[in-house]
């Protein structure tokens, strides 16, 4: 790998940590040849520190591990991006990363919907002589009426997609498609579980 350690008159590069399973960029961390080759023969992350001017390995004390997955350089060949599995919280203050995010993975929208119904849930949970009137919805219903309806609606939704799936109707199949997977993350959500939870067994299944 052709990196420009040189390009800054400090031997050193930039080198972003991200975690390979949830795509959450956890740490910054700076590189001299010397780390880089150190990493990639003992597959755990060594950086160059500016501060006690030296070699240190990500847990060497603390046991926090980076274990590296892979290791790709940018157009300019001046910045690394390192995907690793991490073990255990990797900022020094105790948080999964060090701008303090909890290291879960995102699915763009459908986390945020994902946010959505938890909050509804919660909600649901509110005895209704409590709920303010614009705290009724749709969601919050279904969760009053128990996981019978809601596992119901998944059922009725999914035979919807299926005679949908056999004709040519794409606006139709679409729509029916995503009232199924509205309900069905309805339906993780009242038995405990998320998106997140179908994904690890997915990829254990492939495993």
């Given at each position: 790998m052709d990196i420009d350690f040189n390009k800054n008159?400090?031997?050193?590069?930039?080198?972003i940590i991200q975690d390979q399973d949830t795509g959450k960029v956890l740490m910054l961390g700076y590189m001299n040849e010397e780390a880089y080759l150190k990493t990639n023969e003992s597959k755990k992350v060594t950086f160059f520190s500016r501060t006690k001017q030296r070699l240190w390995t990500k847990g060497e004390e603390s046991g926090?591990?980076?274990n590296m997955v892979s290791i790709k350089l940018d157009c300019d060949k001046d910045t690394l991006l390192i995907?690793?599995?991490?073990?255990g919280p990797v900022c020094h203050k105790g948080t999964d990363t060090c701008w303090a995010e909890e290291n879960s993975?995102?699915?763009?929208?459908l986390s945020e919907l994902e946010g959505i119904i938890a909050s509804r849930k919660k909600l649901s949970e509110t005895p209704k002589i409590n709920r303010q009137e614009n705290e009724n919805s749709y969601v919050v219903s279904l969760f009053d009426k128990g996981l019978n309806k809601i596992a119901q609606k998944v059922g009725e939704e999914a035979?919807?997609?299926?005679?949908?799936a056999k004709d040519n109707d794409e606006d139709l199949f679409l729509n029916e498609s995503a009232d199924l997977l509205f309900h069905y993350m309805i339906l993780l959500k009242a038995k405990g579980y998320g998106l997140e939870d179908i994904v690890k067994t997915l990829k254990q299944r492939h495993k």
């Open positions: 008159n400090d031997g050193l590069v930039p080198a926090n591990f980076l995907k690793v599995r991490p073990e993975a995102e699915y763009g929208f035979v919807e997609v299926v005679i949908e």
